[in-house]
């Protein structure tokens, strides 16, 4: 039913094979769109994004205990803030 396609990365502009069983396994998932990057840009573009997501912390003082920590949002003084430990006893 498929036969292998060959597609030109819109990224470096090298041709590179979709092949029929890439094509049934995007089939199979839902996709309806052909890939645009080769395998190699696709690799380096998920790699790139994994260093952009790093989180900035701030610091806050435990509600609670008292302990200093640090926390992936900017703590306001009307709402409590929580150590990890703290607060993973709070929700069990």
Do not use: I, W
């Not at 080769?38 to 260093?51: E, H, I, L, M, P």
């Not at 900035?56 to 200093?68: H, I, L, R, S, Y």
Request: include cysteine; charge should be positive; charged fraction near 30%.
């Amino acid at each position: 039913m498929y036969t292998d396609k060959t597609l030109v990365c819109k990224d470096c502009g090298r041709e590179f094979v979709f092949s029929a069983s890439e094509q049934e396994f995007y089939a199979e998932k839902g996709f309806t769109n052909e890939p645009q990057r080769c395998r190699d840009c696709r690799a380096a573009r998920k790699a790139s994004r994994g260093q952009a997501t790093e989180r900035q912390m701030f610091d806050a003082v435990c509600a609670n205990c008292g302990k200093e920590c640090k926390v992936p949002f900017e703590p306001h003084n009307d709402r409590p803030v929580y150590c990890s430990e703290c607060f993973q006893n709070r929700n069990n």
